[in-house]
Nanobody, 116 residues
């Protein structure tokens, strides 16, 4: 019923850019806060960016602030993560998250690899 599908990952050179997309279905997307998380090999999953339901309030991890931008289009049930000035340490699987009152839903993840 609830489904989050990420896309847009890939291999990019340091300093390059990628734009991730997450298409949601099975719930009232416009009512929920959405977030992007990432998990690198051997590390815990960490919050990258979040955006409130209306799209007017965002937050970012210090490590990506100024480089990444989260946005959403409620008419398309889609949340985006624009990633610029990518660094090797940004390499991870990136996951889309929908924050319900008492439970989180996750996408399958999309791999981002930043390497020269």
């Amino acid at each position: 019923q609830v489904q989050l599908v990420e896309s847009g990952g890939g291999l990019v050179q340091p300093g390059g850019s990628l734009k991730l997309s997450c298409v949601a279905s099975g719930f009232r997307f416009s009512w929920l806060r959405m977030s992007w998380y990432r998990q690198a090999p051997g590390k815990e999953r960490e919050l990258v960016a979040g955006i409130n339901s209306a799209g007017g309030i965002t937050n970012y991890a210090d490590s990506v602030k100024g480089r990444f931008t989260i946005s959403r289009d409620n008419n398309k049930n889609t949340v985006y993560l624009q990633m610029n000035s990518l660094k090797p340490e940004d390499t991870a699987v990136y996951y889309c998250n929908a924050k319900f009152s008492s439970v989180d839903y996750w996408g399958q993840g999309t791999q981002v690899t930043v390497s020269s």
